[in-house]
């Protein structure tokens, strides 16, 4: 799988927006880009993924730079319950399993 | 979304005795199951991926005889920690991939901390 690098921590002020920078140089054609994040003692859950085109949906935006070597995550409005791991994460269709790197610690703060 | 229910949240075991963890697809048909573990303040590592009626593949380092997976239902994956050890204590996360599901999106459980002592 194509390597992915996220800063390890970031933090936010509530209410203002969080951007979070992945880089993914070695990308593939055929990569998605996903993006998943853990709550503290819970499983991931998904956020957000594209391919080529920026992606909004009700959590978040996915904005993917034109040559996809890097993208960004964008969270218009941060709550404290958006505190979490955020992963970044290449991925084909194949349906193969997500292979999580470190990922970005975001703290919140009030 | 889909939704996959693990049980139990959270067990405590005695060192040398064996501990299930089952992961339940709730409202899908789940072809594929993956099997994570995560240990604190590290990512999730892939331990095996399941599929409905054939055996388990592990990733390198899992040893199958000690991690137990039974996938015999489209709805049911088992883990089973055999002779569990203090250094077995970790979170274990399962994730699904069902038949006809829309999206690529990856469904997983709530997770399972477990503790050896």
């Known amino acids: 799988d194509a390597k992915t690098t996220q800063p390890n921590s970031m933090e936010s002020n509530e209410e203002e927006p969080v951007h979070l920078p992945c880089n993914h140089s070695?990308?593939?054609?055929?990569?998605?880009i996903h993006w998943y994040r853990q709550l503290p003692s819970q499983g991931p859950e998904y956020v957000i993924h594209g391919l080529t085109s920026n992606v909004n949906n009700r959590m978040a935006s996915l904005a993917i730079a034109e040559d996809r070597k890097s993208s960004t995550l964008i969270l218009h409005r941060a709550t404290l319950r958006d505190a979490a791991v955020y992963y970044c994460?290449?991925?084909?269709?194949?349906?193969?399993?997500?292979?999580f790197g470190k990922g970005t610690s975001l703290l919140v703060t009030p | 979304g889909a939704v996959v229910s693990q049980h139990p949240s959270r067990v405590i075991c005695k060192s040398g005795t064996s501990v299930k963890i089952e992961c339940r697809s709730l409202d899908f048909q789940a072809t594929t199951m993956f099997w994570y573990r995560q240990f604190p303040k590290k990512s999730l590592m892939l331990m095996a991926t399941s599929n409905e009626g054939s055996k388990a593949t592990y990733e390198q380092g899992v040893e199958k005889d000690k991690f137990l997976i039974n996938h015999a239902s489209l709805t049911l994956s088992t883990l089973t920690v055999t002779s569990a050890h203090p250094e077995d204590s970790s979170f274990y996360i399962c994730?699904?991939?069902?038949?006809?599901?829309?999206?690529?999106?990856?469904?997983f459980g709530q997770g399972t901390r477990l503790t050896v002592v």
């Open positions: 994460i290449l991925r084909d269709n194949s349906g193969y399993a997500l292979n």
């Open positions: 994730s699904a991939r069902g038949v006809g599901l829309q999206g690529a999106e990856a469904f």
């Open positions: 070695t990308i593939s054609g055929t990569d998605y």
